[in-house]
Every structure is written in C-alpha cells, then in structure tokens.
C-alpha cells in the first residue's frame, strides 16, 4: 500500500498520465504513439517503466491490440481526473491573465439546453460577462462519467432516478411533461380535439431505440389499440427533429418548455393532445463532496432562479 501510495503522490509524472490515457483511449501503441507525436518504443519503454513502479501490469497486448487489466484501469481512471483538474486550473489561470472572470463546464440534455441553460447562461453574463461558459451536450449515460472524472463541473437535464448514488448531489428545479409538435400550418395543428390514432397515421420523429422516452411513447399507443407509427426517423436532436417537421410534415415529441420555446420562434405548434408520460423532472446533478468555483455557483444559482 505504501508503495502505491508513493507512486501516485510523486513519482508519476504528466507524461506518463498522458501515455495512460492515450494507451487507453486508442488501445494501440501505435496510434497512441502518433497521438503523442513520439516512436512506439518510447510508449513501449514509458509504459514499462511505470509498470516497475507499481510491480503490476497495467495493459496486456494482443494481436488486437492493448487492452488494461483491472489495475491497468483503476490507474488510468486516476490519470484522467488528475489530467481534467490540471487542465481546468489551467484553463483558470489562463482566463484570469486575459481578463477572464473564470469558467465552467457543462454537460447538458438536449430538454435543458434550449430554455433553462440558455437563460441561466444569458443571466450570468448579464452579471459576470467574462465568465466563460462551455456546454456539452449528451445524456447521462455519456457525461455522468465526465462529471465524475472531473471533467465536467455540473449536469443539468433530465434526474433519471437510475442513476441517483451516493457520490451525487442532486436537486429538481421543474417538471417538465411531452407534448407533440408539427409544423406551423400542419392540419393537426388545427384539429380541436387530435387523437393517438391521427398521430399514428402520421410520418414521426421519433428518439432512438435506446432511449426509455421512446418506450414511453410506444407504450402510448399501444394503450389506444394502435401499434406505433411505421414511418419513423429516430433521432434525439432538435435541428433534425424541426427539420423533418417542415419537410416531410412529420410529428415529433418535445419538452413542453422546449416546444414553446420553438413555438414563439414561429418554429413549430403544438398539438392539443395529452401525452401522459412519466418523466423525472429537471435539474442539477453534481459531486458530493466537491466545492463549486464562484463561476460554477454562480450558474447554479441562474439555473434556479430560471427553473423556479
């Protein structure tokens, strides 16, 4: 234990951080070698040499390539949350010298981005103008990992309760239903009293397969004796989602919010049809334990002002 300890305190150095974390993302020592604009054997001799500090291997090559081995792993987890803190005290240091008044990284569902962070940002530059924000859009399967290797400093978008754990901080600003949308001029933006029936009829976006939204949605159909809709373009972003609206006369389905929004904008309507499906609500997710930079809860504090 102690000699781990010592390897992980001092004798590890950035370099040998960034060889891990290449090795890892490439799995070849080739392409990680080209990456890091050095020679295969200096990653060959580099990876040796951590690996006599630890007494462990940490990758195992075959004729497909490097793969870690569970400590191979653990380490290269460590690698990449001290490489996102190095390079967001940098990124601090450098926004100070020029003038900055710090940074934040968001990641971000596409249900929050176009209302609640948009304004929540625009408050925070309307009081911290230098403060510079960077916003990554996913879902929480991609940048819940991100939050926790540090490379992230809070969440904001859909609490899937799934994904609650001790090691989060999270809070609910707003519930946020689904409501069908069409083009502006789409006859089912007319119709009084729309049925599941004339949505079926209908070419749909759609979310993924993956995506539990979708199951959802089917299942409402299902509740209407109707089977899902056969003509479908699966996709969670907004630009496809409008953009198939307008040219194929599509129904898509949107945070109420997100469809006003749109709506205002003369982007889409709204249907008048109840889709009673269950959401979690909207909110902030963050590291338990972790303090907050002044930029970072100075955006929370916007997200809450907007969400409530």
Known sequence: MAKIDRVLRSNLKLR??????????FRHVG????????TQPAVSKTLAEIERMFGLALFERSTRGTEPTAAGASVVRFARSVLAGYERTRDEIAAEASGARGRTSVGAM???????????VERLKARSPQA????????LTRLLPKLRLGEL?????RLEPGYASPDLETEAL???????????GHPLARKRQPRWSDIAAQPCVLPPPWASLRVKLEQ?????DLHPPADIIESASFLS????????GAVAFMARTVARHFAAQGMVAVVRLAVPVELPPVGMIWLRGQGMTAVTEGLAGCLREVGR
């Open 16 to 25: 040998h951080l960034q060889m891990l974390v290449a090795l890892d993302q």
């Open 31 to 38: 392409r990680a070698a080209e990456f890091l604009a050095v």
């Open 110 to 120: 596409v249900a929050a981005t176009p209302v609640l962070l948009a304004q929540a």
């Open 132 to 139: 510079t924000v960077l916003i990554e859009e996913g879902d």
């Open 153 to 157: 400093d809070l969440f904001v978008g």
């Open 174 to 184: 707003y519930d946020d239903p689904m409501v069908a949308v069409v083009r502006p």
């Open 220 to 224: 409402q159909f299902f509740a209407h």
């Open 241 to 248: 989602q409008i953009t198939f609206l307008h040219q194929r």
